[in-house]
């Protein structure tokens, strides 16, 4: 077996260049770790993937680790899950897991792009409640900007991204109404922001440990071909 | 030497009242390079005016040197991404609010009053809610999204989404590095700028096209970065915005438009009325449309003035 490999595939999203790590060679549909508010690719690797066939790849998202930082900010959830949909791109199709922030971002890359998340586990980590369900008091001081990641510029701003539930649950019923899954959300996390109590009552939605979920999604079938 | 018979040169135009800022500077807004612009003396009291989505300073070419002959320092910025701002990785509602703080710091830390058009409008009624040590007036002008649309500003305008709409948007996100504006002549731009605007005199858009657009080999392209794009999806529902106008301390006008048209957030009075703050107004301003103050730029700037009239410092 080959070690994980030590430099990043760097991948184009608009101005902002990805740093997509392979975090552990393998032979079968990946695995893609996200990383929470404030982490980087390698810190989601656990124990329980070591029996995951496929390779594990761990993306920084912007202004994150070894990606690129978006220079006066303006980061907000749906740009990650963009971020996600072009490590997705080059990877084909993957089974997803997402720590704190990943996990909501995980959420939403499976209810967009049904076909190629074959299962999402969302877990506990930084970033897993957002702003809340709704606006709170607003917040006008400008973090500094340092150029370096994580970008404080990015911590401020994606710990106050506001996350309906009804807009969660639009993500959670897409997913399980177009990935052709018997079940395609895990939630593996203890802590329940209102976004992801509306979730777990979700059609499709699992409430287990990783492993368990791993297993699951491990056994699922590629999706058919679309047809347009 | 030209002919005194030569056509007018394609690169000018001019409009009846329109006068270009009389001083330009720049602001660093965290790493941002804005373009700010000034009208009026240096030693007269402030006011920050803030543009529309997809507009930028110079629409106010008319508008401001109203309201600098009647006294006042106009100060006005272009949005990230708009006229000659720098270009962002990123575009998103707070971090347009936090540059809006930025080129307020660069003019006084002491209270000023806030005037802004459509997104400017609705920016700004939320930095007075956020900021209220450093406001001392409110113009709201049609700027403030009711349960309907609020155009002008992207990823922000709706809750509903379906898988083909987040697909399209993701794909987008793919291509844009190389995406360039279609370059025309001025008549070109103006005609397709007018399908937003169609209220608007094709001489004024004219106008905007040459100070809006720059000029290069293969002809004019707008300014505003191509990666801005209208509409969109997100969390964001424009009740959010009802609810901090309902913030603001401060005397507060709210100026509505009474011609619905597509760049307008279809608000009326009535939408507006149960979330005004204590003492606010909402004033209809007959027979305009969403760009009150270029439609009928005395009387709006009439309007401003007098909400004003007492809160110099």
Avoid at chain 1, 159 to 165: F, G, K, L, M, T
Avoid at chain 2, 180 to 208: H, Q
Avoid at chain 2, 292 to 307: K, N, S, T, Y
């Amino acid at each position: 077996m080959t070690n994980a490999s030590t430099t990043p595939t760097i991948l184009r999203h608009n101005r902002i260049d990805l740093a997509l790590w392979e975090l552990r060679p393998g032979t079968g549909r990946p695995l893609l770790l996200l990383h929470g508010l404030g982490e980087n690719a390698s810190t989601g690797i656990r124990d329980e993937m070591e029996t995951w066939e496929g390779p594990v790849h761990g993306l920084d998202f912007t202004g994150h680790g070894a990606s690129s930082v978006a220079t006066g900010g303006g980061y907000f959830c749906e740009i990650l899950m963009a971020d996600a949909d072009i490590a997705l791109q080059h990877l084909g199709s993957a089974t997803v897991v997402g720590r704190g922030l990943g996990g909501y971002i995980a959420l939403l890359i499976a209810g967009a792009r049904p076909e190629q998340v074959r299962g999402a586990v969302i877990l506990d980590g930084p970033g897993l409640h957002g702003g809340g369900p709704a606006p709170t008091s607003l917040d006008l001081n400008r973090p500094p900007h340092t150029g370096s990641t994580p970008d404080p510029v990015a911590m401020t701003e994606l710990a106050r991204d506001v996350r309906p539930p009804d807009y969660a649950r639009t993500f959670a019923w897409q997913a399980s109404a177009l990935a052709e899954m018997d079940s395609v959300i895990a939630i593996g996390a203890v802590n329940r922001p209102p976004w992801l109590v509306e979730v777990a009552s979700q059609p499709g939605v699992v409430e287990c440990d990783l492993a368990t979920a791993l297993a699951l999604f491990g056994r699922a079938p590629d999706a058919s071909p679309r047809e347009s | 030497m030209q002919s005194v018979h030569a056509p007018p040169s394609d690169d000018t135009r001019s409009y009846p009242g329109a006068r270009r800022p009389d001083r330009n500077r720049r602001v660093d807004a965290s790493g941002v390079s804005l373009a700010v612009y000034e009208w009026g003396t240096e030693d007269a009291p402030p006011l920050l005016l803030a543009h529309g989505g997809f507009d930028f300073a110079g629409t106010y070419d008319v508008f401001a040197p109203i309201l600098a002959d009647a006294g006042w320092r106009v100060v006005s910025w272009d949005q990230r991404g708009h006229g000659d701002s720098e270009r962002s990785a990123l575009y998103q509602w707070e971090a347009d609010m936090r540059d809006a703080v930025a080129v307020l710091d660069s003019i006084t830390m002491h209270r000023v009053p806030l005037v802004g058009h459509s997104k400017g409008g609705s920016l700004l009624t939320h930095v007075a809610g956020g900021i209220p040590h450093r406001v001392s007036a409110m113009v709201n002008m049609d700027g403030i999204p009711s349960r309907r649309a609020m155009p002008d500003v992207q990823d922000r305008d709706r809750t509903k989404l379906l898988a083909s709409d987040l697909a399209t948007w993701l794909d987008l996100r793919h291509g844009m590095a190389d995406a360039v504006r279609k370059p025309g002549t001025i008549a070109e731009l103006a005609a397709r700028r007018g399908r937003m605007n169609p209220r608007l005199s094709t001489e004024w858009l004219e106008y905007l096209v040459t100070v809006g657009a720059s000029r290069e080999d293969d002809g004019w392209r707008w300014k505003i970065d191509p990666t801005l794009r209208m509409g969109g999806f997100g969390p964001w529902r424009p009740e959010w915005s009802l609810q901090r106008l309902a913030d603001v301390s401060v005397p507060f006008l709210a100026l509505l438009g009474t011609e619905q048209e597509l760049m307008g957030f279809g608000t009326t009075v009535d939408d507006v009325r149960g979330f005004l703050p204590p003492g606010g107004r909402a004033v209809e301003v007959p027979d305009a449309g969403h760009f009150i103050h270029i439609e009928q730029p005395a009387v709006v700037a009439g309007m401003v003035l007098d909400h004003l009239d007492g809160v110099a410092a």
